[in-house]
C-alpha cells in the first residue's frame, strides 16, 4: 500500500500558511495598517471555509451520521481530523482481514502496440485511502488557487508600496508560491488520471521535476506582472482582472448552452436542482481562479457526466499561451511607461526582459514535459510537437490573404479581352504617329 504522502504535505502546506497568515495579519494590526489586516484574514479564512466544505462534500458527511466530524469542520479542523484518520486506516491496514474486496481492471500503457489488461484486487483500506487522496488534492488546488494566489499577489503589492521586505512576509510569500506550485501540480496529475481513468499511470520524478518548474515560472512571472501594473495603474487593474475573471468563469457555460445538453443531475443524488447549480457554480469559479494565473490542464466540460473535457486540444492550449504572453507583454510595457519614482534604482529594460525570458522557460519546460515526460505520451493522436505545427499553420493560413483575390486579379490582367484592348489600342497609337509622320512630310 503506497504511503499517503501527498496527504501529509497538503497539510503542512495548509496549516503553516494560515499560522503564518495570522501572524501576520497581527503585525499588521499592531502596525495601525487596518486594510492590509482585513484583506489578509480574508484571503486566508475564506479557502479554509471553501476547502472544508470540498472534504465534507467528497465523504458525502451531511447524509451519514457524524455530528463530531461536522462539528471540527466548522471549527476550521477538518484537514487535521482527515489526515489522522488517513493515518490510522494505513498503519492499521493488513492487521485484521478484509471483510470483502474489489476488483478493479485497469490497462497497462501500450508496448510495441499493444496493452494488456490487469487486474487487481482492491481493499476496503485502500479504497478509502484512495478517497482521502482524492479529497486533499482537490482541496489543495481550493487553498492554492482561490487562498495562496491572492495572498502572494496581496503581499509582493504592499513589498513595492513599501519599499521594505520583511522577514515574516518573505517566509509567507514563499510558503505561498510553494502552495501555489503544489496546487498546479496536483492539479496536472489529477487530469492525467481523470482523462486516463483505464490505465494504470505512474508519473516519474522527472515529470515532477518539469511541471514543477513549469509552474514555478510561469505562477511567478503571472503574479510579478499583476503586481507591478497595480502598483502604477491602481485602477485599471480591476478591469484587467474582471475580464480575464468572468470570460473563463461564463466560457464553460457558453459552451454548454450552445451544446443544447440536458442540464447535469447525475453529481450528487442528493443534491436538488438548486443544490447542483451552485457546485457547478464553484467548480467554474475554481476553473476561472486557475486560469487567471496559468494555464488550467483540467478543462471544465459541463456536458460530460464526468464534468472534464477528456480530449487533449493542443489548438486552445497554444491559443492561450499566446494570448497570454501578449496579456503580459502589454501589460509590463503599460508598467515602463507609466512607471513612479518608487522603481528609480530599478532597471526597467532589463527587468522586462528577465519576466518575458521567464515566461517562455515555463513555455519551454511544459514543452518538454509534454514532449517526452508525460506518463501517457504513448496515447497521444499526435505529439505537443505536431499541434503545435498544426496550430502555426493553421494561423498563418487564417493571417494569409485568400488566394481567389489573387487568382481574379492575375485573371483580369491575363484575360483575352484585356490583351484584344491593349493590341487595338497600341495599332491606333501606331497608326495616329503613321498619320502624323505623313503630315510632316507632306508640308515640308
Known amino acids: ?17 494560515t499560522v503564518a497568515a495570522l501572524c501576520l495579519s497581527g503585525a499588521y494590526r499592531a502596525a495601525g495598517d487596518r486594510m492590509w489586516q482585513w484583506l489578509t484574514l480574508l484571503f486566508a479564512l475564506l479557502p479554509c471555509a471553501l476547502v472544508q466544505l470540498s472534504l465534507v462534500f467528497i465523504h458525502r458527511d451531511v447524509s451519514r451520521d457524524r455530528p463530531l466530524v461536522l462539528l471540527l469542520h466548522l471549527l476550521q479542523l477538518g ?29 497497462q500503457m501500450p508496448k510495441d502496440g499493444y496493452s494488456e489488461e490487469i487486474e487487481k484486487e482492491v481493499g476496503q483500506a485502500e ?51 510553494l502552495s501555489i506550485v503544489y496546487g498546479a501540480l496536483r492539479c496536472n496529475i489529477l487530469a492525467i488520471k481523470i482523462k486516463y481513468d483505464d490505465y494504470d499511470v505512474s508519473v516519474k520524478p522527472a515529470a515532477y521535476l518539469c511541471i514543477f518548474m513549469w509552474r514555478s515560472f510561469e505562477i511567478a512571472i503571472r503574479v510579478t506582472v499583476l503586481v507591478l501594473f497595480s502598483s502604477v495603474l491602481q485602477i485599471w487593474i480591476l478591469p484587467v482582472v474582471l475580464v ?27 443534491l436538488s436542482r438548486v443544490g447542483t447549480t451552485i457546485v457547478l457554480c464553484l467548480l467554474t469559479f475554481l476553473y476561472a481562479g486557475i486560469n487567471m494565473f496559468c494555464w488550467s490542464a483540467v478543462q471544465v466540460k459541463l456536458n460530460d457526466p464526468d464534468l472534464i473535457n477528456k480530449s487533449q486540444n493542443w489548438y486552445r492550449l497554444t491559443v492561450y499561451y499566446m494570448l497570454r504572453f501578449i496579456e503580459n507583454a ?101 497608326s495616329q504617329k503613321g498619320n502624323a509622320h505623313q503630315s510632316i512630310s507632306s508640308n515640308a
Not at 494505513?90 to 474486496?101: L, Q
Not at 475573471?245 to 464553460?252: A, I, R, T, V
Not at 512607471?339 to 515566461?359: F, R
Open 1 to 17: 500500500m503506497k504511503f499517503p504522502g501527498s496527504v501529509l504535505v497538503s497539510l503542512v502546506l495548509f496549516v503553516a500558511e
Open 79 to 107: 484537514p487535521l481530523v482527515r489526515c489522522v484518520e488517513v493515518f490510522y486506516i494505513y498503519f492499521h491496514a493488513g492487521r485484521v482481514e478484509e471483510p470483502y474486496v474489489s476488483i478493479t481492471k485497469k490497462r
Open 127 to 177: 479504497g478509502k485511502l484512495c478517497t482521502h487522496r482524492s479529497a486533499f488534492s482537490r482541496a489543495s488546488v481550493i487553498q492554492a488557487f482561490l487562498g495562496s494566489a491572492p495572498q502572494l499577489t496581496l503581499q509582493l503589492y504592499i513589498c513595492v508600496l513599501q519599499q521594505e521586505i520583511t522577514a515574516a512576509r518573505s517566509i509567507f510569500m514563499v510558503l505561498s508560491l
Open 244 to 270: 480575464n475573471f468572468f470570460g473563463f468563469f461564463f466560457y464553460p457555460w457558453i459552451l454548454f448552452w450552445q451544446s443544447k445538453s440536458p442540464f447535469p443531475e447525475n453529481i450528487e443524488k442528493a
Open 330 to 430: 502589454f501589460l509590463l510595457l503599460m508598467w515602463y511607461i507609466y512607471k513612479t519614482d518608487i522603481y528609480l534604482y530599478v532597471c526597467a529594460p532589463l527587468l522586462v526582459l528577465q519576466l518575458l525570458i521567464g515566461y517562455c522557460m515555463a513555455i519551454l519546460f511544459m514543452l518538454v514535459f509534454y514532449q517526452f515526460c508525460h506518463p501517457c505520451k504513448k496515447l497521444f493522436s499526435s505529439s505537443i510537437s505536431e499541434g503545435l505545427l498544426s496550430c502555426f499553420k493553421f494561423l498563418c493560413f487564417i493571417c494569409k490573404p485568400p488566394k481567389s483575390n489573387i487568382l481574379i486579379d492575375k485573371a483580369e490582367v491575363k484575360s483575352p479581352e484585356n490583351s484584344d484592348e491593349a493590341r487595338s489600342s497600341s495599332k491606333t497609337i501606331y
